[in-house]
C-alpha cells in the first residue's frame, strides 16, 4: 500500500523564523495536496501540486514538488503566529479514479512569540 | 467562497445505535467523499461517491457503513450500529474532478459513542 512520510512530527520555531516540512512518497505520485488543520478542526486546502517540478507560492508559503513527484517541501518564511496549527500531506497516484487521498501523519507546527 | 457545511458539529450516541452523519458538498462539486480521524491518529479515506453511486471504498468502509444522496444537495454516513471504535472525527469533503482538482472538507462531525 502507498504510504506518505512526513517530517518532522513536530516543529517549534520562533516566530520571524523560516521553516521547512517535508512529505515523502516510496512511489511516483499522480497529486500532491498540502493541507492546513487546526486542533480539532476541519482541513483547509493550501495548494496541489501536479507536474514534476513544480513550486506554487501563496503569501508567505510555498510548496515544491521533486522532478520524479516523490518528494514534496512546505517552506514558510517569516512565520507568524496564524501559521500555528498541523500541516498535512496527501497524495493519489496513477491509476486512481476517484479514489480518496493517503494522508500523512502531519507535522505539528508551534510559533513561539 | 463556497465551503463544505457538515451537521451536527458533534454526536453522542449509544453503541448498537445508528447514527447519520450530514454534508452538504459545495454546490458545483460531483464527487463526494467520507474520511475519519480517530484522535491522534491520520486521516482516513472511507468512501468516494460519484454519479449517485460508490466509486471506491477502502478496507474500513464495511457493511455496517452506507452512504447516500437523498436529494440534490445532501450527502449522508449512516453507520448502523455504532461501536466504541468508531468514536472519531468524520470529514466530508468535494471536489469538482477527482484528480484535477482538489478535495475541500467540511470541519467535521466529531462522534462520540459510549
Known amino acids: 500500500s502507498q504510504e506518505l512520510e512526513q517530517s518532522p512530527q513536530s516543529l517549534i520555531v520562533q516566530e520571524g523564523k523560516n521553516l521547512t516540512i517535508n512529505c515523502t512518497s516510496s512511489?511516483?505520485?499522480?497529486?500532491l495536496y498540502w493541507y492546513k488543520q487546526k486542533y480539532g478542526e476541519g482541513l483547509i486546502f493550501l495548494m496541489m501540486?501536479?507536474?514534476?517540478?513544480e513550486e506554487k507560492s501563496h503569501e508567505k508559503i510555498t510548496a515544491k514538488l521533486d522532478e520524479k513527484k516523490q518528494q514534496s517541501s512546505l517552506h514558510i518564511t517569516a512565520s507568524q503566529p496564524s501559521h500555528a496549527g498541523i500541516y498535512l500531506c496527501?497524495?493519489?497516484?496513477?491509476?486512481?479514479?476517484?479514489?480518496?487521498?493517503?494522508f500523512g501523519k502531519g507535522t505539528h507546527l508551534i510559533i513561539q512569540p | 467562497e463556497p465551503e463544505v457545511t457538515q451537521t451536527p458539529s458533534h454526536q453522542v450516541t449509544q453503541m448498537g445505535q445508528e447514527v447519520i452523519l450530514r454534508c452538504v458538498p459545495i454546490?458545483?462539486?460531483?464527487?463526494f467523499y467520507w474520511y475519519r480521524q480517530i484522535l491522534g491518529q491520520k486521516v482516513e479515506f472511507l468512501v468516494s461517491?460519484?454519479?449517485?453511486?460508490?466509486?471506491?471504498k477502502s478496507e474500513i468502509f464495511d457493511d455496517q457503513f452506507s452512504v447516500e444522496r437523498p436529494d440534490g444537495s445532501n450527502f449522508t454516513l449512516k453507520i448502523r450500529s455504532t461501536k466504541l471504535e468508531d468514536s472519531a472525527m468524520y470529514f466530508c469533503?468535494?471536489?469538482?474532478?477527482?484528480?484535477?482538482?482538489?478535495?475541500?472538507f467540511g470541519d467535521g462531525t466529531r462522534l462520540s459513542i459510549l
Open positions: 501540486l501536479q507536474k514534476g517540478g
Open positions: 496527501g497524495a493519489d497516484w496513477p491509476g486512481g479514479g476517484a479514489d480518496g487521498l493517503t
Open positions: 469533503a468535494s471536489s469538482a474532478h477527482p484528480q484535477l482538482q482538489p478535495q475541500h
Open positions: 512511489k511516483t505520485l499522480y497529486g
Open positions: 461517491f460519484y454519479n449517485n453511486e460508490i466509486s471506491e
Open positions: 454546490s458545483n462539486h460531483l464527487y
